[in-house]
């Protein structure tokens, strides 16, 4: 029996087993990605190619972000691979993987010191975040020599293949710096537990079979790993909401003439901001009826609609709770130049879903780390984050909450869950300052607004927002 054939042989018993433990991963609604990085991307593409015969496609899916893209250039760097993340049950293959762009990155001398200290960081925090939240890891590095690997992009020279597969970057990892700076990055990217599968990659027929061997041995692993035990925070001192602090009024005339001018400004710095390529986020959180609607209406008032989305945060779809809950706001990261409003966050994790059992202790406890970690990814991709906590007493929301069950066109926010809430005031205050003391960062610091005037916290809100925006177009 000739060598081929053997080969062929081995390739149907993978397939078949590949298979099997694709029906388990639906089963049990576990999500998968399989990482195929390396020094040859023609490759890696033919790898994938052979993975989506081997796997049901109806659950598979591609990520391959093409970095020509001037989209993927002013996103965030982890932004492509948290929007195919996999839901649960389904797979993901990423050709074009963090590792392999960091590394050439690095090699190119773009990226180095502290930069490529803190983007190492973020890709083991990335992969560490998708374990936790039950996304099994298999990670393969295809390292083809140097004369092989010329060899095969000679011959898709003067093909349909050229340009496509043969750039300029394809040989700077195969040898030299290049070679060393790969290999020493890989395990400082890499997160606990989770190290790549080096496999030789000049002949395909044995580097399919050897990597489909390696994803096979590494998901069924996966699938078995429990999740790391993650500690309650300790208590922190209390009163941060709590204390009597003073509530500032604004009378009615100063606020008119303020609004005006400030709204104005805001105009016109967010139309620099759009011809510069700034990107803003601005996340509004606060008790029910702390005046975020409101806020918001004063905000957008000026602004080019074509630059800026309002984005509230209901309870999450069916789409979003099959994913981790950071995906539905990585979907929403504003292109380059534009404004995103949130009306309510991804803070709702450690408030809401904390206090109301919504999340386990162990995914609420783990989520300040996850949410630094995403709003520092904004912020190193020249993102503007601003953050704010609009503060009213219990008195102020029973009276707010009175004068719109009188009001016929307020009547309609108001349900019993408002008044459910309010008998976890404590719990949500307490919640509130853990969440502002554990994410108040100086890339994404919080700003508490005293709100119980709601004329002065419409007006300190504008002057936070053009203050950041005239300082970075400075």
């Not at 993927?72 to 049950?89: C, M, N, R, S, V």
């Not at 070679?179 to 044995?206: E, T, Y």
């Not at 709590?242 to 400004?265: C, D, F, G, H, M």
Request: charged fraction near 30%; proline fraction near 4%.
């Amino acid at each position: 029996m000739t060598s081929r054939t053997l080969i062929e042989k081995a390739q149907s018993a993978l397939h078949l087993r590949l298979l099997a433990l694709q029906r388990r991963i639906v089963a049990r609604r576990a999500g998968a990605m399989i990482v195929i990085g390396g020094n040859d991307r023609l490759g890696g593409s033919e790898l994938a190619n052979q993975l989506t015969e081997w796997f049901d496609s109806r659950t598979v899916r591609i990520c391959s972000p093409d970095t020509a893209l001037a989209e993927i250039e002013t996103k965030p760097f982890l932004w492509p691979y948290w929007q195919q993340a996999p839901a649960q049950g389904h797979l993901t293959i990423v050709v074009g993987d963090w590792t392999t762009r960091t590394a050439l990155a690095a090699t190119s001398k773009t990226l180095s010191g502290e930069s490529l200290r803190q983007r190492l960081k973020a890709l083991r925090s990335l992969e560490e975040t998708l374990a936790a939240n039950g996304t099994t890891l298999a990670k393969i590095w295809i390292e083809t020599p140097e004369k092989s690997l010329k060899k095969r992009l000679r011959n898709a020279e003067d093909t349909d293949a050229e340009g496509w597969v043969v750039t300029s970057k394809d040989l700077l990892l195969t040898k030299g710096d290049g070679h060393k700076i790969a290999r020493s990055l890989r395990p400082l990217a890499s997160g606990k537990g989770m190290s790549w599968k080096v496999i030789n990659g000049s002949d395909g027929k044995h580097r399919d079979l050897l990597a489909g061997r390696s994803i096979l041995q590494q998901l069924s692993v996966g699938l078995r790993r429990k999740p790391a035990k993650v500690r309650k925070p300790s208590n922190r001192t209390r009163g941060l909401l709590e204390s009597p602090t003073a509530q500032p009024v604004l009378e009615k005339k100063e606020y008119s003439q303020q609004i005006a001018k400030l709204q104005n400004r805001l105009g016109r710095l967010t139309r620099i901001a759009a011809k510069r390529g700034l990107a803003t986020v601005i996340a509004l959180e606060g008790v029910d009826a702390a005046g975020k609607g409101g806020v918001i209406r004063r905000l957008a008032a000026k602004l080019d609609a074509a630059h800026y989305q309002v984005h509230p945060t209901p309870a999450p779809t069916a789409e979003e709770k099959a994913r981790h809950y950071l995906w539905r706001f990585w979907t929403k990261v504003p292109h380059a130049g534009h404004v995103a409003i949130f009306d309510r966050s991804w803070y709702g994790r450690v408030v809401v879903e904390r206090v109301e059992g919504f999340a386990r202790t162990d995914e609420w406890a783990r989520a300040y780390g996850e949410i630094n970690d995403f709003e520092s990814c904004l912020a190193e991709s020249g993102t503007i984050v601003l953050k704010f906590w609009i503060h009213i007493s219990k008195d102020e929301q029973l009276r707010r909450f009175q004068d719109r069950e009188k009001s016929p066109h307020k009547r309609h926010k108001m349900t019993k869950e408002d008044y459910r809430n309010r008998k976890k005031w404590d719990d949500n205050q307490k919640a509130a300052e853990d969440m502002i003391v554990r994410t108040d960062t100086p890339h994404a610091p919080w700003i508490v607004v005293p709100g119980n005037d709601k004329r002065f916290a419409r007006v300190a809100v504008l002057k936070s927002v053009c203050r950041a925006l005239a300082d970075r177009l400075d």
